[in-house]
């Protein structure tokens, strides 16, 4: 795909100068597509910076971890990066990134678009994007977007946060632009976020009889052996807790499947470089919960202050009797006493019977559809957003008639 520029309009640059980011502009703020298998070795510190200084925490949007991603997940392949720079006669100012990917069939109708990039081990969308310079970013991307060959039809964005700074901008933004920024789809999930402290904040959310329960599977666990809640501290250790990682994730219902990271050697280099990239950073937060010096429950947290990601977790389903993943939960309360975090994202989903008896609050992520620029491009927004709405319409008066049946059945 050939790069483009944008400054509220695209031209399109020569393959040689495609290499040469970040360079110096005549305008103010512009927009580049180019591959973003390269992104992590032309950004550089520029990356690095920007996600310092981002509007919102998004542990999968850091450089680390997309790296990771990009070098070893098959996925990787097709997928673009719009950046968004800002300067003068300095040096640029790297003001947003978003990896984007064409798709194809917008729930049962066969047309592409453009959306951002999503794995199966991502669990947030929100782009990096500088804080205060949120329209700025949106504006110079849907223009970027909307003079490219490469883009189609309308932008679907996943997993957003609702109502975050990100999500306003882009509003702000379409709306500049006369155009709609449709909400396509809402849920919440699971959310830590309190000023209590673990044991108060455990005795205000979790039901008295669920904490008698628990106390109970963890005395009997006690009785088996010693039982001793660890977090990783030294950098020589992370490969062998990232092996019994993935060994304890294996030998459950997921390694059955074949869906365990261990499965496949490009996750499992990828979920391997991810951590030791998170650790180096000062990012990884890894716990495990021993019986007798060998782990029963496993949990991976990324520390992106203000917040935080839970973004997997392990446990021997030889002691699926004993609860370890919810012990293991409990302890994970201990987060509450870090002054420089204050919330923790669960990335579970919506309804999570385990995670959400434990975890009071809620956060909401949503999936929003703005257009492209062209008139063609246009109508097909209207037309998907005309099915999907009648689609949805049908579905209430189907549920409707089936719960009035229920109540005349009764």
């Given at each position: 795909m050939d790069g483009v520029v944008a400054n509220y309009g695209a031209t399109e640059l020569p393959e040689e100068a495609q290499r040469q980011a970040p360079r110096r502009h005549p305008v103010s703020t512009w927009a580049e597509i180019l591959p973003a298998r390269t992104a992590p070795q032309r950004l550089g510190h520029h990356w690095?910076?920007?996600?310092?200084?981002?509007?919102?925490?998004?542990?999968?949007?850091?450089?680390?971890?997309?790296?990771?991603?990009l070098r070893h997940l098959e996925l990787a392949s097709d997928i673009q990066m719009l950046e968004v720079w800002s300067g003068g006669t300095g040096e640029p100012s790297l003001i947003g990134l978003l990896p984007l990917c064409v798709s194809r069939g917008y729930g049962r109708i066969p047309v592409k678009f453009v959306e951002n990039w999503l794995h199966f081990h991502s669990f947030l969308g929100t782009p990096a994007v500088r804080a205060g310079r949120e329209r700025d970013f949106w504006s110079a991307a849907l223009a970027a977007l909307d003079r490219s060959a490469w883009a189609t039809n309308f932008l679907h964005l996943r997993d957003l946060v609702e109502d975050g700074p990100v999500h306003r901008g882009l509003?702000?933004?379409?709306?500049?632009l006369g155009r709609p920024c449709d909400t396509v789809y809402r849920m919440e999930r699971a959310l830590l976020e309190s000023s209590l402290s673990p044991q108060d904040y455990y005795e205000r959310t979790v039901r008295k009889k669920k904490r008698k329960e628990l106390k109970r599977l963890s005395s009997r666990l006690a009785e088996l052996g010693t039982v001793e809640t660890r977090t990783l501290a030294a950098e020589a250790d992370l490969g062998d807790w990232c092996d019994a990682f993935l060994a304890l994730e294996r030998s459950g219902w997921k390694g059955e499947f074949g869906s365990a990271l261990g499965c496949s050697r490009s996750t499992e280099l990828f979920f391997r470089e991810a951590l030791a990239g998170a650790f180096k950073a000062g990012k990884l937060d890894f716990l495990r919960l021993d019986l007798d010096g060998r782990p029963i429950a496993m949990l991976v947290n990324f520390l992106t202050a203000p917040g935080s990601f839970s973004f997997k977790i392990a446990f021997d389903e030889d002691y699926a009797r004993f609860s370890p993943g919810v012990l293991i939960q409990i302890e994970n309360f201990r987060i509450l006493e870090r002054?420089?975090?204050?919330?923790?994202?669960?990335?579970?989903?919506a309804e999570h019977p385990m995670i959400n008896s434990l975890w009071g609050e809620r956060r909401p992520i949503v999936r929003v559809t703005v257009p492209l620029g062209r008139p063609l491009h246009r109508l097909v927004f209207r037309m998907c957003r005309l099915v999907e709405n009648s689609s949805a319409k049908l579905r209430r008066v189907r549920g409707n008639a089936l719960q009035q049946q229920g109540q005349?059945?009764?």
């Open positions: 690095s910076d920007l996600s310092a200084n981002a509007s919102e925490p998004n542990a999968f949007a850091e450089p680390w971890f997309a790296a990771a991603a509003i702000a933004a379409a709306d500049g002054d420089e975090v204050r919330w923790m994202d669960s990335c579970a989903v005349n059945d009764e």
